[in-house]
Nanobody, 115 residues
Framework: QVQLVESGGGLVQPGGSLRLSCATS????????MNWYRQAPGKERELAII???????NYADSVKGRFTGSRDNAKNTVYLQMNSLKPEDTAVYYC?????????WGKGTLVTVSS
């Protein structure tokens, strides 16, 4: 079955960096677009980054220039490098894939940006 497992979250100071990973299994990873979503406390889940099978990325305005999405098709893993973090980046970050019309989600990893 399709599985997505995020890791790498934690507490970081404003201006700091963090790298998230999402390990996947159960589907042909290299053929599918992968997405990073995030959900801040009290807010709706929002799409942050889209990573196409070939590695092309699209970013939400809120993370553009600070976050970088990438993927390693040999490792079936997608990454999110977050730099210049702000308190408003505090959220649970989710990995997502739509496989054969079904959305799959990881359980998420919490990122807290605070001094």
């Amino acid at each position: 079955q399709v599985q997505l497992v995020e890791s790498g979250g934690g507490l970081v100071q404003p201006g700091g960096s963090l790298r998230l990973s999402c390990a996947t299994s159960g589907f042909m990873f290299s053929r599918y677009t992968m997405n990073w979503y995030r959900q801040a406390p009290g807010k709706e889940r929002e799409l942050a980054i889209i990573i196409a099978p070939g590695g092309t990325t699209n970013y939400a305005d809120s993370v553009k220039g600070r976050f970088t999405g990438s993927r390693d098709n040999a490792k079936n893993t997608v990454y999110l490098q977050m730099n210049s973090l702000k308190p408003e980046d505090t959220a649970v970050y989710y990995c997502n894939a739509q496989v054969n019309g079904i959305h799959y989600w990881g359980k998420g990893t919490l990122v807290t940006v605070s001094s």
